[in-house]
């Protein structure tokens, strides 16, 4: 934790393991007040999943829900709680597609996509005694899900993984020449499943290795360079782009700042 690090009070549990191609955290954040927070975009999809009774305000829209499910590359949005206890979930595109369908890169309740099994899920959730728990009840539903579902082909898959690898340092050209695929193609299917373009997709890959980097603290002209940026300008470009905000800001965040304690280790599959 970096000093003055507003997520310090926050419990934070993680599972031992899950699925393949499947992050997850609890939060139990409680206060005086309304908890305040900024989503950040990351290369992964966001479900939040609330057993409190206290249900997520997203600023700015009508969804007032316990249980949310963001796209890939979501553009930032903030949320207000009164106290939040929930799982949060962070699905590879890879798995996203067969787990939720095509999602798009917007946010939505988790009841339109899986209707009454939300609040039923939420309620088992509710009465689970331990975080262990709740992580085996989701992970299930996760699972069933993911087997019944329609995968990715593995082109886009793979494509995928090579983007994560490089940290979006990788030319599309190469992309579609790795998968034997025309540039057209690989654009339209990868596009389709991935819910992004691969182009935008290694942005989002790249700026969120970025942004990591400021959060622990290196300097932005440290980042531009190790990260590929033309110049510092083109770094402040693409953070104020995904998050809305300066660099300065954005490293600052609390959505940022707890990754490092929820989210380890990377979503790749």
């Given amino acids: 934790m970096r000093p003055g690090d507003s997520t310090a009070d926050w419990e934070i549990a993680r599972p031992p393991r899950a699925t393949p191609g499947v992050a997850m955290a609890g939060f ?15 290369p992964a999809v966001t479900l939040a999943v609330e057993f409190g009774d206290r249900p997520f305000d997203v600023h700015g829209t009508p969804i007032r829900s316990g249980g949310l499910a963001a796209g890939l590359g979501f553009s930032a949005f903030p949320v ?20 939720l369908g095509e999602l798009g890169d917007g946010v939505i309740t988790l009841d339109d996509l ?32 993911l087997h ?5 082909d593995p082109e886009v ?3 995928w993984r090579r983007i994560v690898a490089s940290r979006g340092r990788v030319r599309v050209g190469d992309l579609a020449a790795g998968v034997g695929w025309s540039r057209q193609r690989l654009w339209s299917r990868f596009g389709a499943q991935i819910g992004l373009t691969p182009k935008r997709a290694a942005m989002l890959v790249r700026f969120d290795d970025a942004v990591h980097r400021l959060v622990r603290g290196h300097s932005p002209a440290r980042v531009a360079a ?25 490293a600052g965040e609390p959505w ?6 929820a989210w380890p280790e990377r979503v790749v599959e």
């Fill in 148 to 152: 019944a579902g329609r995968p990715v």
């Fill in 80 to 99: 207000r709680a009164d106290g939040v206890e929930c799982v949060q979930v962070r699905l590879s595109p890879v798995v996203a597609r067969p787990v």
């Fill in 114 to 145: 899986w209707g009454r099994d939300t609040p039923r899920l939420r309620e088992r959730l509710h009465h689970a005694r331990t975080w262990a728990e709740r992580f085996a009840l989701l992970d299930a539903e996760l699972r069933a899900r």
């Fill in 256 to 261: 940022l700042a707890a990754d490092a304690r």
């Fill in 226 to 250: 190790d990260g590929g940026y033309v110049d510092q300008s083109h770094l402040y470009h693409d953070v104020r782009a995904f998050t809305g905000a300066t660099p300065a800001v954005a």
């Fill in 157 to 159: 898959a793979w494509a």
């Fill in 28 to 42: 139990r954040i409680r206060g005086d007040r309304p908890v305040e927070l900024r989503a950040i975009p990351h």
